[in-house]
């Protein structure tokens, strides 16, 4: 049993002690499971392929920013020179403090094993404080291969933030609050990226056409979005391949280009890597438009922040090559470039960069831009449904439709409802803006308020997950509010020229997001508060007081422990109940995926003549469920395996060689996972032997430990035979039941708002969590659950 405080046993009292004797925890199973991977190592040659790899996944929407970044600083023209020298200046040493030194050498090492964005810093901060709003973990869930977290000395800082975050609810409340905003801004970033990529890739048709009419290159954007949005449903498996080269091809174009134009127009530009330029700039702009064309500037660094959630597989150490050898020097080639040419033409900074693009290779160049904009759009939203993933594993988003596109990767998924609903408000902010400024100004707001949020995560990272000096932590965050903090201002002046969009949109998703969590952990407290004590279920006896028909019953539950409501609620009102009762808890933990072998733990409630099982099914925020994946089979196999390696644990009576102790055969029910009871049924020679688990011999004998009795082969021979009749007996049983038919229990509690409520709670409950309840998906369709099968509990909760 676990090990409890004196104060929780004395007021929980012996009530409590029984359901813990009958309903015990799964720590040996979790215990038994645990298997460190060990961190993979690559080759140079692999890490260089990963890095060329990584041009197309994660640096497309960085890449494509020069398309537009000098008319956003500038769209009242250029007066000076000063001005264009001051403007590259300060992009050159942008790209330097946030891309390169903020987020390629700090924020990329905060990776959930190769997973970015804010819900993978926030799941970290989960997995090394108890902060999490929905408090479903166990301890046996810190047992799994891929759930790492540091430990603290008791009075080190790291402790004491440890022990503030978790001291009071609000604080949890308020990082929540935090996560989200830049979880909806991201969303945001996902339908502005393609409108402002496409439309500034299109725009190169007017170039060399000055009497075409905007609406004809709004109406081109408008196409390739709808073709983009209309093909995802096939994934990215097939052409993912065309990605890199597309943007490598990109990078070779704009910095070639660039470095012919520093040379043909005006090479005196490269004195704005001298830092005196940025003073200068904001002296001669301080009392015009600096805020405009700080807006503009920020704009250079879009797609940053898709560099963390676009992060994936790759190693950081292939990503910082990329950025260091190709798409960090491109850029600054670039920008230099296009400044050498406005200086010289000042007229063409609307359209700098295909003006500033030789003639002989300019429809080349076009295509080239077309295509890099589609790959930088493409990653875009394939990060916002790894997003939009998270946030329902975390039980953050209603239930929604995942298609899994590709058989070899498994992060490749496709959402169509978000699909449709990003499309339509693509089209609706191209076609409504018309220009990059307005659009360019929603943009920069967008990501500028991804970015703040990283930064201030990124803090109790530092402090928990990295054990960093507060010396280095106040540093950091210091230079990255000292550059992002500008940016932040200069976007939100801009709300009434196209700013307010990112903000409606992540508002939008705010509400939908918080209003689901909220009803989601009321439901969750319900079920908590109202699950049914064991010893009531031992009181009605071996058939719980009603008639037990043959089948078997899997009962849903969001419980990991106990009898949920909903159970009493179904044997109080109907007569029967199946011959076999097996409680399923499927849960979604803050690691990035549970490896196969690890996700089912299954273990026995009360007395064998119950027959009543608990099978937890465990997943991280990046599993999915597949179709083609029998999850009812799943949960035979595993109940089949507890059952045989139980009764073979009982059968060994007496064993000089193997052993278990005794309070493991009397008290502490047998454990197993289905994959892992398969490769232990296989294996001859595995041992296992510490305090409390099991020990297998060559001829997989698993023997309690009893103290030593006389005639022990004889009485050995007999115990086996016993346990050999009984484990038939029970499966035979089993079979039997899984035949005459299997019913899923699932429980459908309605939640409303009380009476007293105020009007905002009845209408975030009573309409917007309704409606949401509505749409979404039901639980039976994402575990492919047969229509006939299922039976719906109902239950109404007043919050």
């Excluded at 209603?398 to 409802?417: C, W």
């Excluded at 016993?722 to 039941?737: H, I, K, Q, Y």
């Excluded at 229509?787 to 109404?796: A, D, M, T, W």
Aim: charged share 15%; glycine share 6%.
């Amino acid at each position: 049993m676990a090990s409890l405080s004196e104060s929780e046993v004395t007021n929980r009292g012996s009530m409590w002690e029984l359901d813990q004797n009958l309903d015990q925890p799964m720590d040996e199973e979790a215990g038994r499971l645990k298997n460190m991977y060990r961190e993979k190592k690559f080759s140079s040659v692999l890490l260089l392929r990963l890095a060329f790899q990584s041009l197309g996944v994660v640096f497309g929407d960085l890449g494509t920013s020069p398309l537009y970044v000098f008319y956003n600083i500038f769209p009242r023209g250029v007066d000076d020179d000063e001005d264009v020298i001051g403007a590259l200046s300060l992009i050159i040493y942008t790209l330097t403090l946030i891309p390169l030194l903020k987020y390629v050498f700090v924020v990329l090492r905060a990776n959930d094993n190769g997973q970015g964005g804010t819900f993978a810093l926030y799941s970290l901060l989960c997995r090394h404080a108890k902060i999490n709003t929905i408090p479903n973990q166990h301890r046996t869930d810190e047992e799994l291969t891929t759930y790492s977290r540091q430990t603290y000395e008791e009075n080190s800082v790291a402790a004491k933030i440890k022990r503030w975050l978790e001291a009071h609810a609000y604080k949890r409340n308020i990082l929540l609050i935090l996560v989200l905003i830049g979880t909806c801004t991201a969303i945001g970033d996902g339908i502005l990226t393609p409108a402002i990529s496409v439309l500034s890739a299109s725009g190169g048709i007017k170039v060399q056409n000055q009497n075409m009419s905007t609406d004809i290159v709004v109406l081109v954007a408008v196409v390739i979005l709808i073709g983009l949005f209309s093909m995802q449903h096939y994934g990215t498996d097939k052409v993912g391949w065309l990605f890199a080269p597309i943007v490598l091809l990109w990078f070779i174009l704009i910095g070639s280009v660039g470095a012919v134009n520093i040379h043909k127009y005006n090479n005196s530009v490269l004195k704005a890597y001298n830092p005196v330029y940025v003073y200068r700039f904001f002296r001669r702009r301080w009392n015009s438009d600096i805020w405009t064309s700080l807006g503009g500037v920020m704009l250079s660094i879009t797609g940053t922040e898709a560099l963390f959630a676009d992060l994936c597989h790759f190693p950081v150490l292939a990503i910082q090559i990329a950025f260091t050898l190709i798409v960090f020097p491109c850029l600054l080639l670039a920008y230099t470039g296009q400044a050498a040419y406005i200086i010289s033409h000042k007229q063409h900074v609307v359209d700098a960069f295909y003006r500033s693009i030789p003639d002989a290779i300019y429809w080349p160049a076009f295509v080239i831009a077309t295509a890099a904009a589609i790959v930088a759009s493409q990653a875009t939203i394939s990060a916002t449904y790894s997003i939009i993933k998270q946030a329902l594993a975390l039980g953050c988003f209603p239930r929604v439709k995942i298609v899994h596109t590709s058989k070899k990767f498994l992060g490749q998924i496709y959402i169509p409802d978000i699909n449709w609903v990003l499309l339509v408000l693509c089209i609706a902010v191209t076609a409504g803006f018309k220009n990059q400024s307005q659009i360019g100004n929603a943009y920069g707001t967008a990501v500028v308020i991804v970015m703040l949020v990283t930064t201030f995560l990124m803090v109790p990272i530092m402090l928990l997950v990295w054990k960093s000096h507060w010396v280095l932590v106040v540093s950091f965050t210091v230079l990255s509010l000292v550059v992002e903090v500008p940016y932040f201002v200069a976007c939100i002046l801009k709300i009434d020229q196209g700013g307010w969009v990112p903000l409606v949109i992540a508002t939008a998703f705010f509400l939908i997001m918080y209003v689901w969590h909220f009803c989601t952990v009321k439901r969750y407290e319900f079920e908590m508060h109202s699950k049914v004590s064991m010893a009531w279920i031992l009181g009605l006896g071996p058939s719980l007081g009603l008639v037990r028909v043959p089948g078997i019953g899997f009962v849903y539950t969001e419980l990991a422990s106990g009898v949920p409501h909903i159970f009493s609620h179904f044997i109080t009102n109907l007569p029967a109940i199946h011959s076999v009762v097996v409680f399923v808890c499927v849960k979604y933990l803050p690691v990035y995926t549970v490896p196969t072998e690890e996700r089912f733990l299954v273990r026995r409630i009360g007395p064998k003549s119950f027959h009543m099982f608990r099978c937890v099914a465990r997943y991280g925020y990046k599993d999915i469920h597949k179709r083609d994946e029998d999850f009812e089979k799943l949960l035979f196999d595993c109940v089949f395996f507890f059952v045989r390696l139980e009764s073979m644990m009982e059968g060994y009576s007496d064993s000089d060689e193997f052993s278990v102790p005794e309070q493991g055969a009397a008290g502490r029910p047998l454990m197993m996972s289905g994959a892992a009871a398969g490769a232990f049924l296989a294996a001859e020679k595995t041992s296992m032997c510490s305090n409390g688990e099991l020990s297998f011999s060559s001829q997989d004998s698993i023997v309690p430990a009893q103290s030593p009795a006389p005639a022990p082969a004889l009485r050995g021979v007999t115990a086996r035979w016993s346990a050999s009749t009984e484990v038939g007996d029970e499966l035979e049983f089993l079979n039997r039941c899984k035949d005459a038919g299997v019913v899923h229990i699932l429980g459908n509690t309605i939640v409303r708002a009380r009476r007293d409520s105020g009007v905002v709670k009845k209408i975030a409950v009573d309409y917007m969590y309704a409606f949401m309840r509505r749409m979404c998906r039901e639980n039976s369709v994402l575990f492919n659950v047969p229509h006939e099968s299922l039976l719906n509990v109902g239950q109404i909760y007043y919050i």
